[in-house]
């Protein structure tokens, strides 16, 4: 079926396109306008936004943790009074089935879950193939695993590490590498509470940083497109800007992905000893070119966190609000999960809130600077739309400043910023850019032979209502949503990198997981047929 | 004043959420805007208008003549006023509710007065499990106010009793106050299995004991000027709860498998 | 001048010079009428004057068992200082010292007031961790496990800032014994007023101050123009047919109870003459420039 996509402004930086124009789409692709051709279905977009669909790098829709907290938050869920339009707490939700519907509406394509244990991988995989609509991927966790660990111990050469990551990374069909507080949760078994960037880990003899650096050189060894994905240590801590200045060193100029680098923007400054130092790691961001960020912006709201990084998790479990929480001090990093409301009337909250933007409107480059509250850690996917607000117009963040304690914003640079981000900016950090960095050359413009996956926007004065509800939305060149409301449902691809590793690793694992375990190692892959629909992955070539 | 008057016409074939018919929420509206108000919980639209005959008067006092166990959240979040069911109701009534008198005549489903917060819940007959306990994953049950069942409730009466009274002068089920964090719990009829089960702090008393469980630990009777404080308290609402208090009463801490700093009283 | 004559009982043109305290009314129950006395005694012992011992506390009436929280008897004490801080920490030292502390006793707050002193919210802490808190609708209690059961204490009582400290009489006879007379008429009907108490022992104060003295270290000294036996020496203010002077201070939770009090106490002394009582009836001020409330004798006679 050939579409056509008439007069819209077409906003592609990939290709410097910003202006009126047709798009056409065939077949799912985006295609050359063809001569002498008549489309099968016109879509009048005079007066719209047409952008790529758009490419969440790190959301936490699907796992052992995020089915925890579901568990753990059923109040969260309930429809408690049917009759009510917006169901209480609505922004807390996750479904599988809610998480596709939701992103899909506001003209999301690809979602990338950024925290798959490897011996949770399957639960993991399930969900995601039941997540509707959207492409999908994962990045899965090393850094804490015995094994990894024991081949740092023993000296072995970054070959036997690369073939390891690649083994763990073929069966459980990550799309990248992930790791979190890197010996943190390996040093909390043994009773660590604190944990930095050089702390040794008990019995190993290593320290995050040399994990880190094995990791980043078996990354660049495979040639995954995606650079290490780094959930640093000393996360939430105030202080902890110098460890976020320090990882930023020691990436040693190699690709470096630093997520959610919010939480690691806190001074321990003034009255509160809590300030922002997201000026600092902004201007350290600006002059490592190697190094990518994504912000985990922090939105006012009840929301959970979830993560991995079950020592930084413990240690909150006395600021869990509703007071619950499940810790689990697994193999490798176990996790946590812990409810938490940000308030605007809390200093720690308001200067969190600030330091979040301070990184997106302070790091100059938009290609480095990715769009996260690393759902929903932050604040849920579905506040999006009002954080896209936030970076647009001073206006709109002055007057939510002005609901905080102002003795919170003296303690940041936000007040005195003035950037807004242009409509090209905001296309790239969250569509050319994430598919850069993720490796995908198929998606993330709107070049010929690209994906059709297309998000047209109304353009209005409310920027969170143009960005919450699409005008139109195509997933692969089929029309999924009408103004905000899912029309069509289809199944994405789950994306994945599949390094070619030396095999006698395999046989090593089987004897590894035998001997220790009495288990068989493949007991933890997930091969394509356990999953539920027909060809559910997508290979992403590994070329960097 | 008159007050405002839902006479129910028929059994109706669905369950109804009528959490919409609290004073607070009628205030000020006319007859005519009532019976506009939609009650459904399925896709069959439902209002007020066509299942009863509205005598208009003051919201400020709704009397629901004659009652069904498919009404569902009677009195959700009342705040003041009153509500007078002659009849019987289905679950969650009094859900949440901070302030105001909701009297039942007939039984109640499960939840009734689930995580009453103040004011006054009665119910006439039964009341279903989890009387005034909170739905799932909510940290709280009753935090405030008193709820009085002159017949029996069901299992797990109380469950996460935080603050407040509860009196069942009938039977408990099993498992009453389980999980309570503290507030007091009175059952004068007969008792289920495992009253207190991982109680926090608090007190149930009871007229007529099971056994204990043995993480409930003897600490003797005693004339305690607290039992007899409640006594004179609750003789307006229940005299046989006031009796009960007045009695000489021998004390078991507990649940020493959770806290351990509650008790459970009854007749030396 | 002439003096107004009662029942041949003279009664100045003055006036009793009143000041704004803080005050605040507890029950304190015990497993009889004469432990629940004792607990209100010894809680108001050492409390006449708030120049040396922080507050004036009394018992105000006794109290039967049907109308007390706990259906146990009862008093209610009622306890009076300058500022509300001061009030707070003496409320809870005695209560501390001297209700807990009295077997069998319990205690409940007597006032209503928007405005809150807490008793048991503090007293708890005795329970190291074994208090336990009862609510039964606005009202909050402690049970705090002591040696004999429990000690029963309310979380909080009132605070009026609208009490009156310093209503007085001055009793003046021809010999102590005629004085004492009618100052023990007085003190009994005052005793029966509510909401007042005579902080003094057994209602009577004997050494009447002036403000001032001649050593340096002296902020108050005997009242030298009421010492009969300076009669001839100082500036008096006695007739020769006065050889003894009684003085009557009252405190109230508010201005009326203050007035009731001296009315009563007034009437007493004028019933029973100048024979067998007093010749005179005097009240104390300071000119009327220090206190605002003046209780003018003229105006409270029966």
Redesign the interface.
């Known amino acids: 079926m050939l579409i056509l996509l008439k007069g819209g402004r077409i906003v592609d930086p990939v290709n410097n396109r910003d202006g009126i124009g047709d798009l056409w789409i065939e077949d799912g692709r985006i295609v050359a306008p063809p001569a002498g051709r008549q489309p099968d279905q016109i879509h009048d977009v005079t007066g719209k936004i047409v952008m790529a669909g758009a490419i969440d790098i790190h959301s936490h829709i699907a796992g052992g943790n995020v089915n925890t907290a579901r568990l753990?938050?059923?109040?969260?869920h309930?429809a408690?009074?049917?009759?009510q339009k917006v169901l209480p707490l609505a922004s807390a939700k996750w479904s599988t089935f809610e998480t596709g519907v939701r992103y899909a509406a506001m003209g999301f394509t690809t979602v990338i879950e950024p925290a798959l244990a490897p011996h949770q991988a399957l639960q993991g995989h399930l969900e995601l193939s039941d997540v509707p609509i959207l492409d999908k991927g994962a990045l899965t966790i090393l850094g804490n695993d015995d094994f990894l660990l024991s081949l740092l111990r023993e000296g072995e050469k970054p070959g036997a590490i690369a073939d390891y990551v690649a083994a763990t990374l073929a069966a459980t069909n990550g799309l990248g590498l992930k790791t979190i507080n890197a010996g943190g949760a390996t040093s909390f078994k043994y009773n660590v509470r604190a944990f930095g960037l050089d702390d040794a880990v008990p019995f190993y003899g290593t320290t995050s940083r040399k994990i880190l650096e094995a990791l980043q050189q078996a990354v660049d060894d495979l040639k995954i497109p995606h650079p290490l994905h780094l959930h640093a240590n000393n996360l939430g801590i105030p202080g902890n800007v110098s460890t976020a200045l320090a990882t930023i060193e020691a990436a040693r100029g190699k690709p470096l992905h630093l997520a959610h680098l919010q939480f690691y923007c806190y001074g321990d400054e003034g009255d509160h000893g809590f300030s922002s130092g997201a000026a600092a790691v902004a201007a350290a961001v600006n002059a490592a070119p190697n190094v990518t960020v994504d912000v985990g912006q922090s939105m006012f709201r009840q929301t959970v966190t979830i993560s991995s990084d079950v020592l930084r998790q413990f240690n909150a479990v006395g600021q869990a609000r509703?007071?619950?929480s499940v810790i689990f001090d697994a193999d490798a990093e176990g996790g946590g999960v812990v409810p938490y409301h940000y308030r605007e009337t809390e200093f720690a909250n308001a200067v969190q809130w600030a330091c979040g933007l301070e990184l997106f409107l302070l790091i100059d480059d938009p290609w480095r600077v990715f769009f996260t509250t690393d759902h929903p850690n932050g604040a849920p996917f579905t506040t999006y739309p009002e954080v896209f607000a936030l970076l647009m117009s001073r206006e709109a963040r002055a007057e939510a400043a002005a609901r905080l304690p102002q003795a919170a914003l003296a303690v940041t640079t936000l007040p005195s910023i003035a950037r807004e981000y242009t409509l090209n900016e905001i296309a790239i950090m969250t569509r050319a850019a994430p598919a850069k960095l993720l490796g995908l050359k198929d998606r993330g413009h709107l070049g010929e032979g690209g994906l059709a996956d297309v998000a047209v926007y109304s353009p209005d004065k409310d920027i969170a209502k143009m960005f919450g509800a699409a005008h139109l939305v195509f997933k692969d060149g089929d029309l999924v949503v009408r103004d905000g409301t899912v029309t069509h449902y289809r199944w994405g691809k789950t994306l994945k990198v599949n390094p070619g590793y030396d095999k006698a690793m395999d046989r090593r694992l089987s004897g590894y997981y035998d001997h220790h375990f009495g288990v068989s190692h493949n007991m933890f892959a997930v091969p394509e047929h356990i999953l539920p629909r027909p060809d559910p992955f997508q290979e992403v070539e590994c070329a960097q | 004043m008159k007050p405002l008057v839902l006479a129910l016409e028929q059994e109706p074939d669905q369950r109804l959420?009528l959490?919409?018919l609290s004073p607070h929420r009628l205030d000020g509206k006319s007859a005519k805007e009532i019976a506009e108000i939609?009650?459904q919980?399925t896709r069959e639209k439902v209002t007020v208008g066509d299942l009863f005959r509205i005598r208009p008067g003051d919201a400020q006092t709704i009397v629901f003549e004659g009652g069904s166990t498919r009404l569902d959240?009677v009195g959700?979040g009342l705040k003041g006023g009153e509500i007078i069911v002659e009849g019987d109701v289905g679950k969650c009534v009094g859900r949440s509710m901070s302030g105001g008198n909701l009297v039942v005549a007939g039984d109640a489903g499960p939840y009734a007065g689930s995580a009453l917060s103040g004011g006054r819940l009665e119910i006439g007959g039964n009341a279903g499990d989890f009387l005034g306990g909170p739905?799932?994953?909510?940290?709280e049950g009753v935090t405030?106010g008193?709820l009085i069942v002159r017949g029996d409730a069901g299992a797990r009466a109380g469950d996460r009793l935080r603050?407040?009274?509860l009196v069942i002068e009938g039977s408990a089920g099993d498992y009453p106050g389980s999980r309570m964090i503290?507030?007091?719990l009175v059952v004068l009829g007969a008792t289920g299995v495992l009253p207190g089960y991982l109680m926090r702090?608090g007190?149930i008393a009871l007229a007529n004991p099971p056994e204990l469980a043995p993480t409930f630990l003897d600490c003797g009777a005693?004339?305690?000027?607290?039992a007899?404080?409640?006594?004179?308290?609750l003789k307006p609402e229940s005299r046989g709860a006031a009796k009960l208090f007045s009695s000489l009463l021998h004390r078991f801490a507990g649940d020493s498998a959770a806290l351990g700093?509650g008790?459970i009283l009854f007749p030396a | 001048m002439r003096p107004i004559v009662r029942n041949g009982v003279r009664i100045d043109e003055s006036f009793a010079e009143a000041f704004p305290m803080r005050g605040t009314a507890i029950v304190i129950?015990g497993p009889n009428q004469r432990w629940a006395k004792q607990a209100a005694v010894t809680m108001t012992g050492f409390a006449t004057s708030v120049i040396g011992c922080g507050c004036e506390a009394g018992i105000d009436h006794e109290i039967s068992a049907k109308e007390t929280?706990?259906?146990?008897p009862g008093v209610r004490v009622l306890i009076f200082a300058m500022s509300s801080d001061t009030l707070q920490t003496q409320l809870v030292n005695r209560v501390g010292q001297c209700v807990l502390t009295s077997p069998?006793s319990?205690c409940f707050g007597d006032l209503e007031s928007e405005d809150r002193l807490q008793i048991g919210d503090a007293i708890r802490y005795f329970g190291d961790?074994?208090q336990?808190?009862?609510?039964?609708?606005a009202?909050h209690?402690w049970?705090v496990p002591v040696m004999d059961?429990?000690f029963?204490c309310e979380a909080t009582t009132g605070l009026t800032k609208k009490a009156v400290g310093g209503g007085n009489l001055l009793i003046m006879g021809a010999t102590p014994k005629t004085t004492f007379r009618a100052t023990e008429a007085a003190v009994a009907a005052m005793n029966e007023v509510k909401d007042v108490i005579l902080p003094f022992p057994g209602g009577i104060v004997r050494s009447g101050s002036k403000v001032g003295s001649k050593y340096k270290a002296m902020s108050a000294s005997t009242n030298d123009a009421y010492c009969p036996t300076l009669r001839g020496a100082v500036a008096t203010n006695l007739d020769e047919d006065i050889g003894c002077v009684l003085e009557i201070v009252i405190d109230g939770l508010n201005e009326q109870a203050v007035a009731k009090a001296m009315r009563a106490g007034l009437a007493a002394i004028l019933k029973l003459g100048p024979e067998d009582g007093a010749v005179r009836v005097g009240a104390g001020n300071y000119g009327g420039k220090l206190g605002p409330f003046h209780f003018h004798l003229k105006d409270l006679l029966p």
């Open positions: 753990l938050l059923p109040e969260l309930r408690d009074a049917p009759l509703p007071k619950k | 959420d959490s919409p939609e009650v919980t959240n959700l739905l799932e994953g909510e940290l405030g008193l603050r407040g009274t503290a507030g007091t702090r007190t005693h004339e305690l000027a607290f007899s404080l409640s006594s004179r308290l700093k008790e | 129950t929280p706990d259906g146990r069998g319990a961790g074994w336990v808190s009862k609510k039964f609708g009202r209690f049970r059961g429990e029963l």
